[in-house]
């Protein structure tokens, strides 16, 4: 793509895009916004979605990484199918996501990618979601107290049976545990 600078952080985003389904579109980008005037959540983005491509073409894969903008996507595809140039962008969200826990760029301010990380472990685990051991991954990571302005909420969750003070794991879990490996190992590559 022209304009991304050579770092070994633009090389790896760039060589795990090409390898998506249309990922070497990337570089056809036409900057029409059509993205981003489809996008629900681009008024809360600090980079809308054409912002994004352009500011990678100028080189500032780091500052995307530290916007909150990834942490905004829903993942609802619109952007990817209305874009005339067939860029798969909800994809390219996805990786910008995995690059930025992988190497510990994100907002610092906020904690999505904190809540991400902890929801993936809490699943790859328990096959499932588990809400009690979620709050605590979650809030041990971020902020540990303020658990504690959550604990009345929990405890009348708890004695509603809303949730399960001890999580269960799903029956054929080592299936699911396969599959998570294969698809992590086939993401580093
Ligand atoms: S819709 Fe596609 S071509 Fe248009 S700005 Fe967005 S990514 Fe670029
Ligand atoms: S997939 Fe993400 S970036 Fe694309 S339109 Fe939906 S919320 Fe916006």
């Not at 029409?32 to 809360?44: K, Y």
């Not at 904190?114 to 328990?126: E, H, L, N, W």
């Amino acid at each position: 793509m022209a304009g991304i600078k050579g770092s070994s952080l633009s090389e790896e985003f760039l060589e795990h895009v090409h390898q998506l389904p249309q990922g070497k579109s990337i570089d056809k980008c036409i900057q029409c916004g059509t993205c981003s005037g489809s996008c629900p959540t681009s008024s809360a983005m600090e980079y809308s979605p054409r912002e994004v491509i352009a500011a990678l073409r100028a080189g500032m894969l780091d500052r995307v990484l530290r916007s909150n903008t990834i942490w905004f996507c829903t993942s609802c595809y619109y952007c990817t199918v209305r874009c005339p140039a067939k860029i798969p962008f909800t994809d390219v969200m996805y990786e910008l996501k995995r690059l930025g826990i992988k190497h510990k760029i994100y907002p610092r301010k906020d904690t999505n990618a904190v809540m991400s990380k902890a929801f993936t472990d809490v699943v790859s685990k328990y096959g499932r979601n588990a809400e009690t051991e979620l709050v605590k991954k979650y809030y041990l990571r971020s902020n540990p107290f303020k658990v504690l302005g959550q604990l009345k909420l929990v405890m009348k969750m708890l004695s509603r049976h809303r949730v399960d003070f001890f999580p269960h794991r799903i029956s054929g879990i080592e299936n699911l545990r396969r599959m998570i490996a294969a698809a992590q190992e086939n993401g580093e590559r």
